[in-house]
């Protein structure tokens, strides 16, 4: 089984930096996905991490320490649209084979302000 | 940009009555998924299907649930007999292989009185 974390709630300002963790737990790691969940919408993919390190698309970064059951999702020159829920989904690999199906978070509502 | 639908977008019901959900997945995908939330909670798996047949489950995909592939471009999820507390947003999604990015549909409403 897997155990994820996130803060429940954040705030941040328009134009502002904001740095979203998760951490897990998890005995065969296989994979991090972060998506992003407007209120009343589907999830929307955002970042895949699979090794260490940090991948960067546009103005959201997504990092993973494998060996320390650690991600954060950045968001740079916030805007009032990325008002949203942000879930963290790890995906494990079970005795049996491969799994990929990845399990969520409780997700992270990230308010914006002016 | 190719997208996943799903109809209807909300569906009311009354407990025991059997609803199907329907998706249709993005066209070059070859793997679909069902996947659960229930209001201000989590998204939940529920199943995946990969060349006419169930691939995985989880416990929550009991003997009341199913999923069929009619023809070569609908996805259904049926529910057997509807409980108060499958009242939840059902999301259809899909993905061009079992590890890549999968992309979610705008999801059906069900709501159980």
């Known amino acids: 089984g897997q155990n994820i974390d996130q803060p429940t709630e954040m705030t941040a300002t328009e134009g502002a930096i904001v740095q979203i963790n998760c951490t897990y737990q998890t005995s065969g790691f296989n994979g991090l996905f972060w998506y992003q969940q407007h209120a009343g919408e589907a999830p929307t993919f955002l970042s895949y991490n699979v090794l260490d390190g940090l991948e960067e698309k546009g103005r959201f970064s997504s990092f993973l320490s494998r060996s320390k059951g650690y991600s954060y999702l950045l968001l740079k020159e916030l805007q009032m649209k990325d008002s949203a829920s942000y879930l963290c989904a790890v995906r494990e690999t079970h005795a049996s084979g491969g799994s990929y199906i990845p399990t969520f978070g409780r997700g992270t509502s990230l308010i914006v302000h002016p | 940009e190719p997208e996943v639908t799903q109809t209807p977008s909300h569906q009311v019901t009354q407990m025991g009555q059997e609803v199907i959900l329907r998706c249709v997945p993005i066209?070059?995908?070859?793997?679909f998924y069902w996947y659960r939330q229930i209001l201000g909670q989590k998204v939940e798996f529920l199943v995946s299907f990969y060349n006419n047949e169930i691939s995985e489950k989880s416990e929550i995909f009991d003997d009341q649930f199913s999923v069929e592939r009619p023809d070569g471009s609908n996805f259904t999820l049926k529910i057997r007999s509807t409980k108060l507390e499958d009242s939840a947003m059902y999301f259809c999604?899909?993905?061009?292989?079992?590890?890549?990015?999968?992309?979610f549909g705008p999801g059906t409403r069900l709501t159980v009185t």
């Open positions: 999604a899909s993905s061009e292989g079992p590890g890549r990015e999968q992309y």
């Open positions: 066209s070059n995908h070859l793997y």
